[in-house]
Structure formats: C-alpha cells, structure tokens
C-alpha cells in the first residue's frame, strides 16, 4: 500500500528520498512522485508505474535541494496516472502534501473549493488537502496543517511542505503508520521503518492522532491539538540485511525457508514441558475460567489463521468461537459481550478493516488480544494483550512465514486459556507441548522435498481452474493453499470442503481439471477420499497431500506430496508448506512478479 518517505538535512533530498520510496516497494504502489524545496519553489516530479519510471524522469531533471517528501501511491480515487500520483500542491505550487489513506468527506470539500475558485488537477482525495493547508496558511504550517485536518474525516498519515518555510515538514498520523528517523543533524520521516534502516537505528513511533514537525535539527512532536507529548527515540534492531533475499530468487522463497527457524523462535521460552507461559498476556485465571465465548477477527491470510485457531479452542477448549472477516464484523452488528475473548490477527498490525474490526470489539466490552508480528504496530497499541509471532520482517505480499507464525501462536494460547481453565490434564499439555517442539523438524524437512514439488507445479502451470478440497483442519489449510495460489499464478482457484463439492461445484470438473486435496486428518479420511474418486471419476488430475507413512494415497491420486507424521492437531502447519511451494512454482514457471503480484499491497490501509 502507499509508502512515505520525506528528509530534510545537509545532504540532497531526492536520491534519499528516491532511495526510502524503494525499500517500502514490497508494500506494493503503482505509481510513485517526489517534491523537493528547489530554490525558492517547490519542484515535483512524479511517473506512473513502477520506482524505475520516477528514476527515468528524475535522470532527465533531478531537483536539487535539501528538503523534499516522496510518495508510491497504490491507486483507490482514480487511476495511476502521472497526474494523480503524490505529491500533490496548491494552485501556486507553494504547498505539496504526501498522503496514506482516505479522506472520507473528500468530495464535500472539493465541492467547497472549488466554488471558492480552486481548480483540481487530479481525480485524488488527497488533492483536497494541499488546497485546504494553502488556504489556511498564516505564516504558521503546524496551525495550517492543524485546521486542514480539522476538516478531514478518514484514516490516514498526512505530510506536508512549504516553500515559505524551506527547512520545515510537518506530518499528521491518523491510523496510517508514520515512524521518524534521527540522524546527525538530518532528519528522516517514513511509513515504515525498513526506509529508514540505511540512514539510522534512532526511531520514533508518531501515534494516532499526534503531529510532529521536522527540521534538520529534531522533531517536536505534539498532539494533533497542539498539547507537546515528550517521548524519546528507541533503538530499532533490525538490519538492512533482513530486508534482501539472502541469496533466493525471490522474497517469498526466502521466507517460506525461514519457517522453521520462524517457527522455533516463535515457541521460545513460552512452553517448558508441560507448561506455557505466555506472560505476555494479562488476563487473569478468572477471566479465562468464565470465558463463554471466542472471536477472531482478520482478513486474508490472517483470517486463514484464524479458521485454524476456530477449531483448536472448541476442540481443546469446548469453547464456541467464531471466525469473522474484520471488514463484516464492522457491519455485522456483532453480538460481543463483555467477557468475550476477540482474537485480532494481522501479520502487519496495520490493515485498517482488522484495527477498525477491533475498535469495535473493544468498545462493546471484548478483552482484545492482538496477535502480530510487527512490535509496536497500530493493532498493538489497540489491543489489551499483544502476542508477537517472531517471524522477522515479512517482505513479499505473499505471506507464509507469518501465517505459520499466527497459527503456532493460536496453539500456545489455546493451551495457556487450557492450563487456565484446568481442562487439559498434564498429560493432554505434555503432548501438546510435544507436538509443537516437533514442527520446526517437519518444516526442515518438507523444504527439502521442494525439487519434487517444483516439479509437481509443472503439471499445473497451463491450468485455467484449480479446487482445493479437504475437511476440518484440513479444509482450513486449503483455504490458504487457494488464496495463495491465486495472488500469486493469477489462475483461478476455490477452496471447499470436500463434502461441499458434489452439492454444486462438481459440475465445473471435467476432464483434466487440477484438484489439490489435503488428507491429514484421520476422523475424516475415509470422506474426503470418497470426494476424491468423485472427482477422478469425472476425468481430475489430482494432487494429494498426505503423510509420509499414508500408503492409501497412491492409489486414488495422481501425484502425491508427503509431509512428516505429525498430531493430527499440528497438521495445518507442514500441510501449509507444500501448497505454499506449490504456488510459488507454479508462478514462478509462469514468470509473474511473485513479491509484488498485481493490484494486491503488503499492508491494506485503507478500508
Ligand atoms: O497484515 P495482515 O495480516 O492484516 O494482512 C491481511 C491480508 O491483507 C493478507 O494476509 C493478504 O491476504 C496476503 N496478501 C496474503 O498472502
């Protein structure tokens, strides 16, 4: 989704500034544009489409100056073109604004100004913005900014500059992420911290609802109001390092062989034996013992998570718990009472539909507990108990190591509310406990087979329609395994449970047609086979994926995946590998651009 990246220093902004746009393009853009304080104007350049457009622009006339803002814009009011890509000014081109987000009453405002008499550029909401801060200026940007954004209704971060105050930048956070980088005697401002990781380890989190203005010497950060909020920069480990392939083709490969060293982490001095101990939560053992009811709540591959996490709490727990969309539960009227448990999962702690979903469950009186895998994350700072899930950064769109990481986390939580309620026996604990030590081993291994699965990807690569079948867990997991495919190969696919597919979609199977069918789970097994020779009985070609020590599958399938013998429970986790392999393969053989497919973004800011 959108990246910011603004500096103001000794140094010429536009290669920094160019340079930050880059780092923040795993979140996905379509087109991108810079403003540089030039002389006594505002210079801006800007290019649909990819960083590499802007660079072409910039190498014909490259603004010199030592302030400037830059933006990649992933398009929601009107389409990537030149002209509504960011920064966006004023009529006198005084002012230029770089925005994330939306700006809800947008068209209200645009009606207002342009019957005052101004003449809009763009099809943007952003646009609004730079004419309102222009409007309102009286010598003074904060008190220009502060007015502008008093009109403004959304979720957004807004940064903003002046050719009467050269040195000056002023930034607002409302819900979209900003983070502020301190140099020696320069500043930096971003979206997101890997744009700052070349410059400086010195950051500083702006939260909701504060403004902070900027100037080679410091930033002094306040509340959107004006009150002065004192708060010091902290140390960011991460290194430059964690955000390059190490070595793999892509992202996406990258992370998906990190998974059992993610995995690993992500258990850490939080089960000893028996016992967990997730002392990162603070409800109490009453909480847990009177606990009636569960929500999760999260989009996408998080949601995934989530379907798993469904049946691990009413299996261990026998606790009902249901799985919403975050963007429904906003809608839903949602019956949440207090006492209930709402499970927020986002690998990014910023998709606005799941901080909007968990607004909402706090107020009417849930115990929210986050589950993310970025510290300090906008979910974090929402939620009553935060669990991070230790992945590391999570470059490519498609996620995998943080969808391993959020369901492992859902079992050391089903366990620790277990341990609470006193309804799991020692002994129940140990072999859970157990279960979990072995995944990391499982993962090694599954990876090891990827020459095989590569090759099994081949037979898929020409496929118009792909269907994915499996039952309980299993039908969890291949839910994932469809979307991952599709955001990845672009080919169409559906996940079903395999009981679902003769009440309507075995129509679409004919001759030929892929179906990718997960068989871990022993209650189930007998069934889904049967919904296998349905399908092969129409002419499929299907793929199973089963154990190492299941010696049925061969004979109902056309290619089988094998995965270590795990407790039925844990299969999700080695099963999610394989079709994890398998769509990155397929798109790979298909030349696509695995780490930023097409139209999608890494974190979805905007509802
Ligand atoms: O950052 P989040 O976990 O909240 O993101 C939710 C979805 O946008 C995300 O999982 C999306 O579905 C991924 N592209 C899936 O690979």
């Known amino acids: 989704m959108c990246g910011i990246m603004g500096y103001v220093g000794p140094q010429q902004a536009a290669p920094i500034v160019l340079e930050g746009l880059r780092r923040l393009e795993y979140r996905g853009y379509d087109s991108a544009g810079l403003a540089i304080i030039e002389g006594n104007g505002i210079t801006v350049r800007k290019a649909a489409g990819k960083i590499a457009n802007l660079d072409a622009v910039l190498s014909n006339a490259n603004p010199e100056g030592t302030l400037g803002i830059g933006h990649t814009r992933w398009a929601t009011h ?7 890509a960011h920064p966006h000014t004023n009529m006198q081109a005084t002012f230029a604004v770089v925005h994330n987000g939306i700006i809800e009453n947008f068209a209200d405002l645009k009606a207002e100004l342009e019957e005052s008499g101004v003449e809009f550029v763009s099809q943007t909401d952003t646009e609004v913005l730079a004419h309102l801060v222009g409007q309102y200026y009286d010598g003074d940007l904060r008190e220009a900014v502060r007015k502008a954004v008093d009109r403004a209704v959304g979720a957004y971060a807004l940064v903003v500059m002046t050719s009467h105050e050269p040195d000056h930048i002023v930034a607002v956070r409302m819900i979209s992420p900003l983070v502020v980088g301190f140099g020696e005697g320069e500043m930096f401002l971003a979206s997101g911290v890997p744009a700052l990781l070349e410059h400086t380890r010195s950051m500083m989190v702006i939260e909701d609802g504060e403004m902070v203005s900027l100037t080679a010497d410091g930033a002094v950060v306040t509340t959107i109001g004006g009150e002065p909020i004192d708060r010091s920069p902290v140390d960011v480990e991460w ?106 999962i986002s690998q990014s702690g910023e998709t606005v539909d799941t901080l909007v979903a968990a607004r909402l469950a706090k107020q009417l009186g849930g115990r929210l507990v986050a589950i993310t895998n970025v510290p300090g994350s906008a979910l974090s700072h929402e939620a009553d108990d935060t669990i991070y899930t230790r992945a590391g950064i999570e470059i490519s769109v498609a996620s995998t190591k943080a969808y391993v990481a959020m369901v492992v986390v859902q079992y050391l939580l089903a366990m620790d509310l277990g341990q609470r309620r006193k309804t799991l026996s020692a002994e129940d604990q140990r072999r859970l406990g157990s279960g979990l030590a072995q995944l990391p081993g499982a993962l090694e291994t599954i990876i090891g087979h990827d020459d095989a699965i590569a090759r099994v990807a081949e037979t898929l690569v020409d496929a118009q329609d792909i269907y ?84 049925q599958l061969d004979r109902y399938v056309d290619e089988v995946i094998r995965i270590p013998r795990v407790e039925d429970l844990y299969a999700p986790v080695p099963a999610a590998v394989p079709l994890q392999l398998l769509a990155y393969h397929v798109a790979r053989l298909r030349g696509l651009d695995i780490d930023q497919p097409r139209n999608l973004a890494k974190s979805v800011t905007v509802e």
């Not at 000893?272 to 929500?295: P, Q, S």
């Not at 799985?323 to 839903?332: D, G, I, N, Q």
């Not at 395994?481 to 004919?510: D, F, N, Q, R």
């Not at 871990?520 to 129409?538: H, L």
């Open 468 to 551: 994915f079948i499996g039952r309980g867990l299993d039908y969890a997991v291949v839910m994932e395994g469809s979307l991952k495919l599709k955001e990845i190969s672009y080919i169409h696919s559906e996940a079903m449970p395999a009981g679902e597919l003769k009440h309507g979609t075995l129509a679409l199977v004919t001759e030929g047609t892929p179906v990718v069918v997960v068989l871990t789970q022993e209650a189930t097994y007998d069934k889904t086979i049967s919904a296998v020779q349905e399908v092969k009985a129409r002419g499929a070609y299907v793929i199973g994926i089963g154990y190492e020590d299941d010696d």
């Open 78 to 84: 009107g389409p990537p073109t030149d002209s509504n």
């Open 239 to 344: 290194d430059v390092e964690a955000a390059e392939k190490g070595g793999f083709d892509h992202f996406m490969l990258k992370e998906i062989h990190e998974q059992p060293e993610v995995v690993a982490e992500t258990l850490m001095g939080r089960i000893d034996g028996d016992h967990v101990d997730l002392n990162e939560v603070g409800y109490t053992d009453e909480f847990a013992i009177d606990l009636r009811k569960i929500w999760i709540t999260a989009c996408g591959t998080a949601y995934h998570a989530g379907l798993v996490g469904k049946q691990l709490f009413e299996g261990l727990l026998r606790i009902p718990t249901e799985v919403v969309y975050a963007h429904e539960l906003r809608y839903s009227d949602p019956l949440i009472e207090p006492g209930d448990l709402v499970i927020a």
